[in-house]
C-alpha cells in the first residue's frame, strides 16, 4: 500500500530522530543552559536546538506548511553565550549527519538564521491547511532529572491529525520492556542504539523502530495495544507532576476499576508510546484547573499514535481531542487513553470519580 504521506512521513521520522540526537548529547551534560520562562517551565539549549533542527527540515520540503512549536528565540537574540551554545549543537549535529542532509534539505547556514528559523513556529494553528506542530522536548522536568522526554512531531490537516512522530531516546527499544517508573533510567547509548522511535499515519497503523545515529533503522515493526482480560492486572501511567494531572483523583479511579498495581510516574508523551506497544494500558491527565488548558504540541502525535494501535483517545467527557481551534486544546478538558474495548468503562468511572454528568 503506498501512503499518502510517505514524504511527510519520512521527513518527520528523520528530523525528529536527528533533533534526539542533538538532545541526547545535552542530555549526557551536567550544564543543560538551562532558562525558566514566563509560565516558569524550564527550557534548555535542548529544546531551541532540536526546534531549529526540525523546523528547517519541515520548510526546506514543505515551505507553504504552517509550523506551531512551543519555543521562541526571544531570550537568544539578547543572550549571545546561549546563543552560541545552541549554535555549536545545531552545526556539528548537522555536521555529524550527512547521510540525511540531502533528503532533509541543508544546513542551517549560520546562528542568525538559526534564530529565524525558531521563529518559524509561531503560527496560531486553526482548522484550515497543513500545519505541524512541534515540541521539541516534551517533558523538560523528566530531561533535566535524568529520566523520560520525548521530541513530538505531528501534521495536522484541516485540524486533523494524519501523522505523528515521537522520539524517547530513554525508553527501551524493546516493545515488550515492562514499564516501570524507573524504565531507562540507566539507558546507554549501545551499538548506535539510543531509544525508540514511534510512529503512525491515519488509517495505515502505528509502528516502533530504534533511534539510531545514521539512516533509519530498517527494524519497524507494527505495533498494537495489549487487550485487557482482567482489570485487575492492568496498570496505567500518569505525570510526574501534580501539577499535571489529579493524582489523587487518579487513584480513586484505579480503586475503583480494581487495578491494584500502583501507577507508573513518568514525563512526556513517553506515556502514549509506552500504551501503544503494549508496554502499558491506560493513560490518565486529569483537569488540575477548570481555566488551564493542553497545549496541542503535547498530545498531537501521541494521540494519533495510540489511535492506530488500537486505542481510543478522548477527554473527561468523552469527546475526541480537538486540534483545530489554536494552539491550546481548549475545547477539552483532561485525556484519557485505553484500549478501545475498555475505554468506555474507564470512561464511566472517571466522570463517576469526578462528579461529571454524562
Known amino acids: 500500500m503506498t501512503s499518502n504521506y510517505a514524504k511527510e512521513l519520512e521527513i518527520a521520522q528523520l528530523a525528529v530522530q536527528r533533533a534526539a540526537i542533538l538532545t541526547k548529547r545535552v542530555f549526557h551534560e551536567k550544564a543543560k543552559g538551562t532558562v525558566s ?9 535542548g529544546d531551541f536546538g532540536a526546534q531549529a533542527l526540525i523546523i528547517s527540515a519541515l520548510k526546506a520540503n514543505f515551505p507553504q506548511d ?11 537574540r539578547t543572550n549571545s553565550d546561549l546563543q552560541s551554545q545552541i549554535w555549536e549543537l545545531v552545526k556539528s549535529t548537522q555536521l555529524n549527519d550527512t547521510a540525511a542532509e540531502t533528503l532533509l534539505g541543508g544546513a542551517i547556514p ?13 503560527s496560531k494553528g486553526g482548522k484550515t491547511g497543513r500545519i505541524w506542530t512541534i515540541d521539541p522536548i516534551d517533558g523538560t522536568k523528566g530531561f533535566l532529572r535524568g529520566g523520560q522526554y520525548a521530541v513530538c512531531l505531528a501534521l495536522l490537516q484541516d485540524g486533523d491529525v494524519k501523522v505523528g512522530v515521537l522520539g524517547c531516546p530513554n525508553l527501551p527499544v524493546d516493545d515488550s520492556a515492562p514499564l516501570s517508573a524507573d524504565i531507562g533510567t540507566n539507558a546507554k547509548d549501545d551499538d548506535g542504539k539510543f531509544g525508540v522511535l514511534f510512529s503512525a499515519v491515519q488509517a495505515e497503523g502505528a509502528t516502533s523502530r530504534p533511534l539510531t545515529t545514521g539512516a533509519l533503522s530498517r527494524d519497524s515493526k507494527k505495533i498494537s495495544m495489549k487487550p485487557i482480560a482482567d482489570m485487575s492486572a492492568a496498570s496505567f501511567c500518569e505525570s510526574v507532576e501534580a501539577g499535571h ?8 479511579i484505579a480503586e475503583k476499576l480494581g487495578i491494584t498495581k500502583h501507577s507508573v510516574r513518568m514525563d512526556s508523551q513517553a506515556k502514549y508510546g509506552s500504551i501503544a506497544r503494549g508496554a502499558g494500558d491506560i493513560y490518565l491527565r486529569l483537569p488540575t484547573s477548570k481555566t488551564y488548558q493542553e497545549k496541542i504540541w503535547d498530545h498531537a502525535a501521541g494521540d494519533l499514535i495510540v489511535r492506530e494501535a488500537g486505542g481510543q483517545v478522548t477527554d473527561t467527557l468523552g469527546r475526541r481531542l480537538d486540534f483545530s481551534v489554536g494552539r491550546t486544546l481548549a475545547s477539552n478538558s483532561g ?7 475498555v475505554h468506555g468503562q474507564v470512561l464511566a468511572v472517571v466522570q463517576e470519580v469526578l462528579g461529571i454528568k454524562a
Do not use: F, R
Not at 504552517?66 to 537568544?76: F, G
Not at 494531572?245 to 480513586?252: E, G, V, Y
Open 66 to 76: 504552517e509550523v506551531v512549536a512551543e519555543e521562541e528565540a526571544a531570550e537568544l
Open 245 to 252: 494531572s489529579n493524582q489523587s483523583d487518579s487513584a480513586k
Open 335 to 341: 485525556v484519557i487513553a485505553a484500549p478501545a474495548a
Open 110 to 122: 549560520s546562528s542568525e538564521a538559526m534564530l529565524d528559523v525558531i521563529d518559524q513556529g509561531n
Open 37 to 45: 520562562k514566563d509560565d516558569k517551565s524550564p527550557v534548555t539549549i
